[in-house]
Nanobody
Framework: QVQLVESGGGLVQAGESLRLSCAAAGRTLRGYAMGWFRQDPGKERESVAV????????YYTPSVKGRFTISRDNAENAVYLQMSGLKPEDTAVYFC????????????????????WGQGTQVTVYS
């Protein structure tokens, strides 16, 4: 497992942008498949955007496709989630997750496929 730390959340108006960052404490994220998930109180944690360890393959949940972009910088040992055109329904706690993949081009979209999680960062979008 790897210890993850998210940052970049905040309070923004609808239509604005935020960039979330996820870093590993004291180690590299190279070789890990990564994902961003979000959770509203009383709701299931859902995948938002995921990326393979190679960075070649990505997946976005339909509600954020075209607005959010996941990327990774293995040199900086970080994964990012650029969020544009934010909507009130994007309000949630956003979590970063990691796992060792079976193949560098494989990504994972299910919560139970990951074994390392960050503490989360709050994103609040008001209209």
């Amino acid at each position: 497992q790897v210890q993850l730390v998210e940052s970049g959340g905040g309070l923004v108006q609808a239509g604005e942008s935020l960039r979330l960052s996820c870093a590993a404490a004291g180690r590299t994220l190279r070789g890990y498949a990564m994902g961003w998930f979000r959770q509203d109180p009383g709701k299931e944690r859902e995948s938002v955007a995921v990326i393979s360890s190679s960075g070649v393959s990505t997946y976005y949940t339909p509600s954020v496709k075209g607005r959010f972009t996941i990327s990774r910088d293995n040199a900086e040992n970080a994964v990012y989630l650029q969020m544009s055109g934010l909507k009130p329904e994007d309000t949630a706690v956003y979590f970063c997750a990691a796992r060792v993949p079976y193949h560098p081009s494989t990504y994972y979209t299910r919560r139970n496929e990951y074994n390392s999680w960050g503490q989360g960062t709050q994103v609040t979008v008001y209209s």
